[in-house]
């Protein structure tokens, strides 16, 4: 830019306002592709949480008869998700397009001082040489940034959703109380049940290492959960 300044001030004014508009347009877009990438993660999780239990539990389903349900339910997942992966493409492309707006009246505003520096005799063709080539490789350079630019907000979406996932705190419960409020209710439950499907041992496998109370706490543990899995077994 110094350069500029020496050789042609008006010129120096015009990179420096093509820069200053360019980050205009991607402060712009900024905040909505930020949102719709948090929301299109939103979405993703629980529909990828459904579709990977659902899967694990099949036998349930079709033993229960709802796995038409399970599969609608599903759909209007995955179409939320497309949904919000539609509207940050969208987006991504007005961006695009408002950017190539913007170089168009550059290079158009460009034209017009070198035929202004023309005409009054105060640009030399090596001087226009060095102008445009500079102009040529900023807009290739402002075009790159702009992609590198897209990908590092869809990824400070992605680290941002993960960091507070990771953040929640885990409520802890400690006491005296052995046996849940509905512990006679799941047993009335039972007591009336024909038969029990369990689709994988992922769940009773591990809680019937749990039983530790005194040494896991605060961590939760479950003995009457495997006691319940060794009566069940036996």
């Not at 090596?126 to 897209?150: C, R, T």
């Not at 590092?152 to 705190?169: P, Q, T, V, Y």
Request: charged share 20%; glycine share 6%; proline share 3%.
């Amino acid at each position: 830019i110094l350069v500029f300044i020496f050789l042609s001030p008006i010129f120096a004014i015009f990179f420096i306002i093509y820069f200053f508009v360019f980050f205009i347009i991607l402060n712009l877009f900024r905040k909505k592709l930020f949102n719709l990438s948090v929301e299109r993660n939103k979405a993703l999780e629980q529909a990828s949480g459904m579709y990977i239990e659902g899967l694990s539990n099949l036998l349930v389903l079709k033993a229960s008869g709802s796995e038409k349900a399970f599969q609608n339910k599903i759909l209007i997942k995955e179409n939320i998700t497309k949904e919000f992966r539609d509207k940050i493409a969208r987006t991504g492309n007005n961006q695009w397009k408002t950017f190539q707006v913007w170089n168009g009246a550059g290079m158009g505003i460009f034209l017009l001082l070198v035929g202004r520096g023309i005409i009054i005799g105060n640009l030399t063709i090596a001087e226009i040489i060095i102008f445009y080539s500079y102009l040529e490789k900023l807009i290739a350079a402002a075009d790159n940034f702009l992609g590198i630019y897209s990908g590092f907000i869809e990824s400070k979406a992605g680290i941002g959703r993960l960091i507070d996932i990771f953040n929640k705190d885990i409520p802890q419960k400690g006491g005296d109380l052995l046996f849940p409020e509905k512990w006679e209710k799941i047993h009335a439950d039972l007591s009336h049940t024909d038969y029990i499907i369990i689709a994988s041992n992922r769940l009773y496998v591990p809680l019937q290492k749990l039983t530790d109370c005194k040494n896991l706490y605060p961590h939760p543990c479950y003995k009457e959960t495997a006691n319940y899995y060794k009566n069940l077994f036996e």
